[in-house]
């Protein structure tokens, strides 16, 4: 099956700063690489994702790349803010049952 | 639009008791669906997922089942609960045929005492 592997683990970035998290992914037919946000206490909730046949895609401040050769994919948030402290999670899935496999997460803390 | 109802927000339960968490989703139909275990700081383990009625798959051995005796609903059972099941419990549906993200529920926080 698949297995994604998240990093780093916690992160801290100073306000303003730009902050990177990356997964790999083990099963290249995986076509579908979403990212979650989750709030302390809350449910996780979708805020960006791609498909395998773009390599980047941007939503204001976030942006994800995709590398399938490499079967990587990162997200990056520039300009942070205190409201960006979460932990981030990102996933890998393919059709059919539509599965998702998680990473571990990303406790990112912004810091003023 | 599609909403997913989740219930209770909270639950204590002594060990040996049963368990019994409902998910229901509205505004869609035939979703697939799923419940995810999240430990305290941890990430999130697939627990079952059901592509239909009656359709159950089970991903890790445990001390828990899933029905889904309805399109919309599934529901997440115990017959005794263990110490080692407290955690956070997160119901997600997403549409058939692969590509699109989960939406969650808003969670159960089960404490096993």
């Known amino acids: 099956g698949e297995n994604v592997e998240q990093h780093p683990s916690t992160l801290s970035v100073q306000e303003g700063d730009s902050a990177v998290i990356k997964c790999t992914y083990s099963?290249?037919?995986?076509?579908?690489f979403p990212w979650y946000k989750q709030e302390l206490g809350k449910r996780p909730q979708l805020i960006i994702d791609?498909?395998?046949?773009?390599g980047e895609k941007k939503d204001q401040r976030i942006a994800v790349t995709l590398n399938k050769t490499a079967k990587h994919f990162s997200l990056h948030i520039t300009e942070t803010q205190p409201e960006d402290s979460a932990v981030y999670f990102c996933?890998?899935?393919?059709?059919?049952?539509?599965?998702?496999?998680f990473g571990t997460g990303t406790q990112l803390k912004v810091e003023l | 639009s599609q909403t997913i109802h989740q219930w209770p927000a909270t639950l204590v339960q002594p060990v040996g008791s049963p368990l019994s968490l409902e998910c229901t989703v509205e505004?869609?139909?035939?979703?697939?669906l799923y419940w995810y275990r999240q430990a305290a700081g941890r990430g999130l383990q697939l627990l079952f997922y059901?592509?239909?009625?009656?359709?159950i798959s089970s991903e890790v051995p445990q001390n828990l089942s899933a029905s889904r005796p309805q399109d919309r609903q599934f529901i997440l059972s115990s017959k005794k609960l263990l110490l080692s099941d407290s955690g956070f419990y997160l119901c997600?549906?997403?549409?058939?045929?692969?590509?699109?993200?989960?939406?969650f529920g808003s969670g159960t926080r089960l404490t096993v005492v």
């Open positions: 996933a890998a899935g393919t059709g059919g049952g539509n599965k998702l496999t």
């Open positions: 059901s592509v239909g009625i009656g359709q």
């Open positions: 505004g869609t139909s035939n979703p697939n």
């Open positions: 099963d290249s037919a995986s076509n579908y």
């Open positions: 791609i498909r395998s046949n773009v």
């Open positions: 997600a549906w997403s549409r058939i045929g692969g590509g699109y993200g989960y939406t």
